[in-house]
């Protein structure tokens, strides 16, 4: 017999970082599991990787979960390739970096899986996309 589902969460943790404070706590702790537990697995699961990792937390009616890891956002991987801070305050005047499409290949691979794509171009669009809406150039 399979468990009965209670709720299923969409949480942005940094990776290896998670503890019992919000946002983790508010979010998980009305659903009375056990936190500390999450948070260990969780960051043994991401102690290798950097930044925000989404997390797909499911938790079932006798209070066990399981979760299941996402790519970072197509924002962070622009980011950490570019090695910028962050994004441009005023994206259509203010360049902040430039992305040659052997980068933007990579991105959109990395994420293929998490996208609304059926081929890597169409992923490269939405990357391209999002870059140009955080002030980053594409290369044509």
Known sequence: MAKKVKVSLKLNIQAGKANPA?????????QGINLME???????????????????VTVYEDRSFTFVLK???VSELIKSTLGIPKG???P???????LTQTQLQAIAETKMGDLNANDVKAA???V????RQMG????K
């Not at 999450?38 to 950097?50: E, G, L, P, V």
């Not at 259509?92 to 430039?98: E, Q, T």
């Not at 980053?136 to 290369?139: P, T």
Request: hydrophobic share 35%; proline share 12%.
């Open 22 to 30: 919000p946002p983790v706590g508010t979010a998980l702790g009305p």
């Open 38 to 56: 999450f948070c260990n697995a969780y960051n043994a699961q991401t102690k290798d990787k950097s930044g925000v990792v989404p997390v797909v």
């Open 71 to 73: 790519t970072p956002p």
């Open 88 to 90: 441009s305050g005023e």
């Open 92 to 98: 259509h005047k203010v360049k902040v970096g430039k």
């Open 124 to 126: 490269m669009n939405i």
């Open 128 to 131: 391209a996309g999002t870059a």
């Open 136 to 139: 980053v150039d594409v290369e």
